[in-house]
């Protein structure tokens, strides 16, 4: 009986020592698996800024009147993402060029739409009522 657990405890010992650096490597392989897998999602996050000039120009060209103020807005935001991100990280890229120059557009087609709006909008007062609105006070 004794030689027979004595047989099996060589056996698992020798077991154990095939076992572990099986163990040990798999666990490196997850966290370089996971490592990767965190690499991948900020390249993918990275890329997404490049390519926002690209996705948002339609929308910005088309100005806050062609489509919706709110898709307009969103459009100038993600460009003021890039923006910023490029004069951090690539100050000298043509693709922060490119970002600035619609954000610039964009900024300027909402001016002129708001203006537009206000003319539209507003009831001028002449300068009659303005002096008599002062005086009243």
């Known amino acids: 009986m004794i030689e027979i657990l004595c047989s ?3 056996r698992l010992g ?3 020592e095939t076992i572990l650096p099986v163990y040990q490597e798999t666990g490196n392989l997850q966290r370089r698996q996971e490592n990767i897998d965190k690499t991948l999602e900020e390249l993918d996050h990275v890329i997404n800024y490049y390519n ?3 996705d948002v ?3 910005i060209r088309e100005g806050p009147n062609g489509t919706t103020l709110h898709t307009f807005l969103e459009a100038m935001a993600k460009l003021k ?3 910023d991100y490029f004069s951090s990280n690539n100050p000298g890229s043509l693709e922060l060029e490119n970002v600035r120059s ?3 557009a964009g900024g300027n087609a909402l001016s002129h739409e708001f203006s537009e709006l206000l003319k539209k909008h507003s009831k001028p007062v002449s300068a009659i009522e303005i ?3 002062i005086s009243a006070n």
Request: charge should be negative; charged fraction near 35%; proline fraction near 5%.
């Open 57 to 59: 120009e339609p929308v």
């Open 102 to 104: 619609l954000h610039v």
């Open 8 to 10: 099996f405890e060589k």
């Open 131 to 133: 002096i008599n609105s």
């Open 52 to 54: 926002v000039s690209k």
């Open 81 to 83: 993402d890039a923006l």
């Open 14 to 16: 020798k077991l154990e």
